[in-house]
């Protein structure tokens, strides 16, 4: 089958001949990997928009076990630049979409509507999820009332028509996962268009600690975006509308910062203690989140996976792609009337969001030197031991990026792995790409042969490997058999084939 340039959904059909690499594509990049896209429209001012917060999705009915949801994903025109309107594609016609706000153990069930006119996939991101609902990349969710037999003769996934029902037993520790587009070979440009939100799940472990709660605990949805003259989104789509232009495959790095979906906002806060649940959305953009002026610092509790064991101080928190970390800061160091802003240092310091102090006000909240059960596992002997190389390379015929010298490729199972055991795997790259794994998370064992990073702590389900790096990481599946995935989570080198197929046995 002649297969299109990043896989199979694409219909197949002459994009060109195949790329032969000249260069081994090893060299050192700067910390960003991507290109800039640059908007047309002038660029807001900063610090005008309120941060905004995702409303809680409420259920449509509940039982003893069981939440039941309903989301219709459809396209909305939302204003994002003051003055203009940006057509989305979300869910619920929100970007980012409705937060699920859910308890560990009690399960979630979605149903998906789709008012879309093209094919989606769910997937939620850090979740223990049955194969089935895990959002297969060929699993699609199709729009009503259109033709697809292109799709319908490529896809051998299971296709559902107008709606789709996900499953999540939310059997895991509390924790911020998110939930967004996983369709083969266009994952980055919806995702882009506003496929994603969060999905925190709450347990009784964390529920005792007095951290900051309320409208003292804010999730920050980051995401680096470019906008054309009116208003739209701009995404550099190759020619033939399969994905994305080979000049960008390195990545999509736009020039306007959202958070919660509001360009460079600002929010007001009291001289107290916050909780900041903080998710890198962005297609490729990483970022190194520091304050302009101190003293306040990032005091980490928890990662991907949820709550550390301790708290871990930070000056700076480097975040890549998909990461989530937890942290609390005192905006008690600060007076009221002063001004503090979230910069990205590997920008130049650019803007983020900032925060303003109003006043001063009763703080009961404090962080236990104790936070959780999580625990180091020691490194095991003699387990399976399985390598991942990312690299650069020929996918399917074409230039693009490869795990283990293939492109992802559905039918073609790169490991099977058994239920319950440990495995040591090893994340072997060329430039820098956030690897994730699908199911269960892991714990770093190593770091470029020394030990673990100050960001890898706690239970992760996506690591940043910087360049010519190696990571090990310790992982067991549990539970659940079938077919699952792991990726890098640089969106444009997802789509241009940087995904291997696994098998839990
Ligand atoms: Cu967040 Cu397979 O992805
Ligand atoms: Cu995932
Ligand atoms: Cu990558």
Known sequence: ?????????????????????TSCGSEAKPAQAGELLRSKAPLPEPFKVPLPIPPVKKPVRTDATTDYYRVVQRKAMVEILPGLKTEVMGYDGLLPGPTFDVRSGRATVVEQVTELDAPTVVHLHGGHTPA????????????????????????GGDMKTGSRTYTYPNTQRAGMLWYHDHTMDYTAPQVYRGLFGVHIIRDDEEDRLPLPK???????????????????????????????????????????????????????????????????????RRY?????????????????????????????????????????VDFSQYQPGDEVTLVNKLDNNANVLRFKVARKAN??????????????????????????????????????????????????MQAQVKLDQYEIWSFITDVHHPVHVHLSPFQVLSRGGKKPGAYDHGWKDTVDIRPAEVVEVLIKFTAHKGKYLIHCHNLEHEDMAMMAAFETI
Not at 1 to 19: P, Q
Not at 132 to 155: F, R, Y
């Open 132 to 155: 089935p609902s895990d959002g297969w990349p060929l699993d699609l969710l199709m729009p009503t009332g259109h033709q697809h037999e292109g799709h319908q003769m490529m896809s």
């Open 214 to 284: 309320g409208d003292r605990e804010l999730p920050l949805v980051i995401a680096d975006r470019a906008f054309d003259t009116n208003g739209a989104f701009l995404y550099p789509l190759d020619s033939d509308g399969m994905g994305v232009e080979q000049k960008y495959m390195e990545g999509v790095i736009g020039d306007v910062t959202l958070v919660n979906g509001a360009p460079w906002p600002v929010h007001e806060v009291d001289a107290v203690r916050y909780r900041l649940r903080i998710l890198n959305a962005s297609n490729a």
């Open 288 to 328: 190194e989140l520091a304050f302009d002026k101190g003293p306040a610092t990032f005091v980490q509790i928890g990662s991907d996976g949820g709550l550390l064991d301790a708290p871990i101080e930070h000056k700076t928190l480097v975040i890549a792609p998909a990461e989530r970390f937890d942290v609390v």
């Open 363 to 412: 703080d009961d909240s404090s962080i236990p030197a104790k936070l959780s059960s999580y625990a180091v596992l020691p490194k095991p002997s003699g387990v399976v031991r399985r390598e991942w190389r990312f690299r650069r390379g020929t996918a399917n015929g074409h230039q693009g990026w490869t795990i283990n010298g293939r492109g992802f490729d559905p039918k073609v």
């Open 1 to 21: 089958m002649n297969m299109s340039r990043r896989g199979f959904l694409a219909v197949a059909g002459g994009t060109g001949a195949a790329v032969t690499l």
